[in-house]
């Protein structure tokens, strides 16, 4: 069965701590995305990798940083965690070098700062 | 601004009943179309797509969609809706030559079927 992991379902951080998210997907895809999502706002990109060390800013990614040392492993960066980040962080991957292919997601996590 | 409007917040259908849930899109040339549900506490699973071809489309779980591009919709739907339908459903956009793989959200549509 296909899965995309993240490490932490639910985390309760305060303001100024560096938070680390982590997501893993064992289906070899090339892309893998961040977004965030908010009530009322769908879903909003924060980074996607299309590669190894490769990365592109989506919608908001400020205040965020994401780090693609290997493949199957996607991870989003808070340096100093505010209270306008408390939100829900879905991970997702794609394989394919085309948009006609759907998006794998993970369970998600929730990000509650203090 | 390219966009997509999922017009309803919450759509309300009893069990047996046939359900439609509303996407329509702001972009520009034929884009790919998508549909994703998200039950409660989960993360988002894939539907249906459309790419090319026949203009209804069928996915998981029984759920259609209709693509109409005069009026740049497509709408979801179901004939005979069930309790576990309850959910949130996402409608998702692709620019056809966007380089950046990136997809373009509505806000979502919340559905609750009633026994």
């Known amino acids: 069965d296909v899965k995309v992991t993240q490490s932490s379902r639910y985390l309760v951080k305060r303001t100024g701590e560096k938070v680390f998210l982590e997501c893993v997907q064992d289906m070899d895809h090339e892309n893998m995305f961040w977004y965030r999502q908010d009530p009322g706002l769908g879903l909003r990109l924060i980074y996607f990798s299309y590669d190894v060390k490769m990365k592109e800013k989506g919608d908001i990614p400020e205040g965020y940083s994401v780090s693609r040392e290997k493949k199957e492993r996607f991870s989003l960066i808070l340096e100093s965690a505010s209270t306008n980040q408390t939100s829900m962080y879905l991970c997702?991957?794609?394989?394919?070098?085309?948009?006609?292919?759907?998006?794998?997601f993970g369970e998600g996590s929730r990000l509650t700062v203090l | 601004a390219q966009s997509v409007a999922q017009p309803e917040d919450q759509v309300n259908v009893a069990e047996g009943n046939p359900l439609t849930v509303k996407c329509t899109y702001s972009?520009?040339?034929?884009?790919?179309l998508f549909w994703y549900v998200q039950y409660p506490n989960r993360g988002l699973q894939f539907l249906l797509k459309?790419?090319?071809?026949d203009n209804l489309v069928k996915g998981s779980y029984g759920f259609e969609a209709e693509f109409n591009k005069s009026q740049t919709s497509f709408h979801l739907k179901k004939p005979s809706a069930l309790v576990s339908d309850s959910a949130l459903y996402f409608c998702?956009?692709?620019?056809?030559?966007?380089?950046?793989?990136?997809?373009?959200w509505g806000a979502g549509t919340k559905l609750i079927i009633k026994p």
């Open positions: 459309y790419i090319t071809g």
């Open positions: 972009v520009s040339g034929n884009p790919y």
């Open positions: 997702a991957s794609k394989g394919g070098t085309v948009n006609t292919g759907e998006l794998f």
């Open positions: 998702a956009v692709s620019p056809p030559r966007d380089s950046n793989y990136q997809l373009i």
